[in-house]
Structures are given as C-alpha cells and as structure tokens.
C-alpha cells in the first residue's frame, strides 16, 4: 500500500528551515497588523510561491498597512505606487529618455524595478494602466522599445484594490486577474484586537516598529526549496478535478485557466512546508482552492442575477469532486 510518503527532493531539515522563516516573517508583520494572522500566512504562502498578491476590501481596513508590513518584513528594495486615473504605463514601468548630455536615448526604470512592488488601489487607474503590469507579472521583464529589462529577483507584485462597487473604481481586466495567484480580504478585526488597534500607544499600523527579518537571498533560496516540495499524481489529478468542475459548472462564463491550476499547485506546495511537511495532502488543495481559483472563476450575467458567487461556484467543486484517499496517494 502507498502512503503519504515524504520525497526525497527536499529534506526535512529544508521544511524546518522554511517553516521558522515563515512563522518569523508572520511574527514580524503582526506588529503593525493585529488579528489577522491567517490572512498573513496566506500573503506568505504566495509569496514564498513566487506569486502575486491582491488584497481587497473596504478602505481603512489595513490593506496597504499589511502590504508595506510585509514588505518592510521581507527586506530587499520596495518601491510604492499609487494609482490614480491620470497614471500611465511609463509611470510604472519606465521610458526611454534622451540625455542631452551625450546625445543618448536611455532607459529610465519605474518604481516596478524593485523586490516588492507595493500597487496601492490598483482599480483606480485605467485600464490601459492596468496592463502595463501584466507582462512584468508574468515575465518578470520590462519590454521598452525592443529591449527587455530584467526586475530583481525575487519579485512579488502586492495589489490593494477597493470593491469594484466604490466611487472611482475600475474592474480589473480578467487577464491581469490572473496574474495573481490570491485574493484575500482583511475585514475588521473582532472586539479584542480593535480595542488594542484604538489603544494610545499600540504599535498596530506602524510600519517603522516592523523588524526586517529577512532578505532578498533568503527568500530566493526558500522559494527554491518550496519549489521541489512533492506533490504526487493523485493531488495533481484532484486539484484538475476541482479546476474541470468548476469549467463545467453552468452558472460560469469563465473558469480557472491551466495558469491558475499551476498556481493552486505551488501555492500548495509552500502551505505544506509552511506545516512542517515535505509533501502535500487533500486538504491542502481544499484549503487554498477559494483564494487561488475564485477570483479566476466569472459568472454569467444569469447567475449574477440569481445572487451565485465565485466563491460558491468552488466551494460546491469541492464538494462534488471526491478527495484521493491515502493508499492511492
């Protein structure tokens, strides 16, 4: 019978490793965002993952807080943009400019070139704005008259955006969407945290209390053991299960792409590790299938009408689609 076997490809002294990092990092960013621990150690997960980061919810809930928090935590250079409807491509990639001091047209890098990209109300700008982040995101490459730019490694885009309801607010493209491999939401915090967020003195929301506790190397050396971390055929074949059924469902017009599926699967290999393991379990799939697969997922307008949600569309996936069982696995 086969079980649930720990691979060799990465050990357990590297998961350990991996583990302390991020219960350092998660410990670190708590100092500015209180109570919200499981959303941290989601943010974390994608980022070890190599992917991008949408927080969405109301303003004043702590979004660009826990963005600057994480980013401050991780080290590295972090450069913030704010987007406004007047904001343009060249103002988040960069232009070529000519210096007249020589007669030569030079590239001149936006605030992208940077570890962590803080995209502060990214609904608020343009479309055409908007998609000047898709091929960064993706290619980690900035493509300016011909010639591609390289961003530093690692690179991680963290978007805030307000609900699309709100005065001043663009829907993101379904594109760019996909560029990111979570969406999560703050809320408010429940009584016992407000109350220490209101307290005269409390450390919650000040950026310069957070302690740098990690750096650009860590991270790339991290996400290359999260990266080897197993994931056996059988946890493959259920995370695509879940993605066809949600295709399949006849209330969505637009189901998770095989980008996104990939994205499930390295967002599961770095909550694995962020447990202790050196492999990945069904429940890892069921855990992280709303964040990864939900904001992917679009609805017909009938089923809009009907009062169905993308977060309902998964959860029922999950609920159809039969998790594999431990001798099979």
Do not use: W
Request: glycine share 6%.
């Amino acid at each position: 019978m086969t079980t649930l076997a720990p691979t060799t490809a990465t050990t357990e002294q590297e998961v350990a490793e991996f583990r302390r990092a991020h219960q350092r990092l998660g410990d670190a960013v708590e100092v500015a965002v209180r109570g919200k621990r499981s959303v941290v150690d989601l943010v974390l997960v994608a980022t070890f993952a190599r992917g991008h980061v949408l927080v969405e919810d109301l303003p004043g809930t702590g979004k660009t807080t826990l963005a600057r928090a994480l980013a401050r935590a991780l080290g590295g250079e972090m450069h913030r943009v704010q987007f406004t409807p007047d904001l343009l491509p060249s103002d988040v990639t960069g232009t070529s400019v000519f210096d007249p001091r020589d007669g030569q047209v030079r590239f001149r890098p936006g605030p992208v070139f940077a570890h962590v990209v803080l995209a502060d109300e990214i609904n608020r700008a343009a479309a055409k704005t908007q998609s000047a982040l898709l091929e960064v995101m993706e290619e980690h490459t900035v493509s300016v008259d011909g010639t591609a730019h390289p961003v530093p490694e690692p690179f991680t885009v963290i978007a805030t955006q307000n609900p699309i309801d709100l005065d001043g607010t663009y829907r993101l493209p379904e594109a760019q969407l996909d560029r990111f491999m979570v969406r999560t939401s703050l809320g408010f915090p429940d009584l016992e945290h407000e109350l220490e967020v209101l307290r005269p003195g409390s450390t919650a929301g000040r950026i310069d209390d957070v302690p740098v506790v990690s750096d650009p190397g860590e991270m790339a050396r991290l996400s290359a053991v999260v990266e080897r971390l197993h994931v056996a055929d059988p946890i493959l074949t259920y995370a695509r299960q879940v993605g066809v059924a949600i295709r399949e469902d006849r209330r969505v017009r637009l189901g998770a792409s095989t980008r996104g599926l990939r994205s499930l699967v390295r967002a599961v290999q770095a909550y694995a590790a962020s447990c202790g393991r050196h492999y990945a379990i069904p429940d890892d799939v069921r855990r992280l299938a709303e964040p990864v697969l939900a904001h992917r997922t679009v609805l017909t307008r009938e089923a809009v009408l009907e009062g169905h949600t993308a977060i309902g569309v998964v959860q029922a996936a999950l609920d159809d689609v039969a998790p594999p069982q431990p001798d099979r696995v």
